[in-house]
């Protein structure tokens, strides 16, 4: 057992005179001291060291660190915010080609062009320094084609705004009521297709409608649009033509005075004439046609704003018990 009265001597035990001796260390043993001292100092100053740089953050990494977990946080945000306005876009496109472009009769817009990406595979290139790399590119991307289509529906938007106001002015012009009201007829003469010609009796094709009522009865446009022609013509007397735009065009036949004129323009259930028995006429009647782009068509099929269901129904009845027309 040692006993240390200084820095320079200590005391040993000696067990044979049962006293202690007193010791004066050599330099060597001084020296040995001092360097274990400093070992051990020097140890714990290391392991200190690393603990500091390993273990526990400077303020500057704890506030660093912070920040990044922030934005971490921040991202998986923007993310999931990001997939609901994808899930609201993707309903829009639906409605867009399933629906709108439907009504609007316009041309669907390809699933190739709506869903294309970006090119250059270097355009995420300058992230891949960031922390959290990854994340940071996989956002950027989705960004950037939300973006992309965003754009591409706005184009749809107002294409679909213009053909909206298109259609709107078009189904002014669409010849859509009958020339005659229901309340002024007689009957309906004859419909749409082959027919006994009442002079000659032999079938032929009557390419329009045939309304039986007196003399001076009101005719009315069917659409909107621009008188092309008001003067006698060869089997349908005193007539009429309108140009309504779209390829609609619509002739009245047989009539006893006109109340238009060629160039003048004309609204739907405008007075345009009035009912006679002028020209290949065998009665007091107005002879009805309506083509589109030049070809004649069934006027029966556009007379959905004035007549009921049963009232419709009545008038193809009344025209096709008519074999014989009245021009």
């Not at 007829?185 to 027919?195: D, E, F, P, V």
Request: some cysteine; charged content about 25%.
């Amino acid at each position: 057992m040692k006993i240390f009265t200084s820095h320079k001597a200590y005391y040993l035990y000696n067990p044979d005179t049962l006293n202690y001796d007193r010791v004066i260390p050599s330099y060597k043993d001084r020296s040995l001291i001092v360097l274990g001292h400093l070992s051990t100092g020097i140890a714990f100053g290391l392991l200190t060291f690393f603990a500091m740089m390993y273990l526990i953050d400077s303020p500057m990494e704890a506030e660093l660190r912070k920040e990044n977990k922030l934005l971490q946080t921040q991202y998986e945000i923007l993310s999931l915010r990001l997939e609901s306005a994808s899930d609201v876009l993707e309903d829009l496109q639906q409605r867009d080609e399933n629906l709108y472009r439907a009504i609007f009769q316009t041309e669907s817009i390809p699933e190739s062009v709506r869903k294309s990406g970006f090119g250059g595979s270097d355009r995420y290139e300058h992230l891949l320094e960031l922390s959290n790399s990854d994340l940071v590119i996989s956002t950027t991307q989705r960004m950037d084609m939300l973006r992309k289509q965003l754009y591409i529906q706005s184009n749809s938007l107002e294409q679909l705004i213009i053909a909206g106001k298109d259609l709107e002015e078009r189904s002014k012009c669409v010849p859509a009521i009958q020339p005659i009201s229901n309340k002024d007829l007689n009957h309906t003469a004859s419909g749409y297709g082959m027919r006994i010609d009442p002079i000659y009796r032999v079938p032929r094709m009557h390419y329009g409608m045939d309304f039986s009522a007196k003399v001076g009865t009101d005719i009315y446009a069917t659409g909107d649009g621009v008188v092309t022609y008001a003067a006698w013509r060869q089997g349908y007397g005193n007539c009429i033509m309108i140009d309504h735009g779209y390829g609609y065009e619509t002739l009245y036949g047989h009539m006893s005075k006109y109340k238009a004129r060629v160039g003048q323009k004309v609204k739907r259930g405008q007075i345009i004439g009035e009912v006679g028995n002028t020209g290949k006429s065998v009665g007091p009647h107005l002879h009805y046609e309506v083509l589109v782009n030049g070809i004649h068509h069934d006027p029966s099929k556009y007379y959905y704003m004035d007549l009921t269901p049963e009232e419709y129904d009545r008038m193809l009845q009344l025209a096709e018990n008519h074999g014989q027309v009245m021009d």
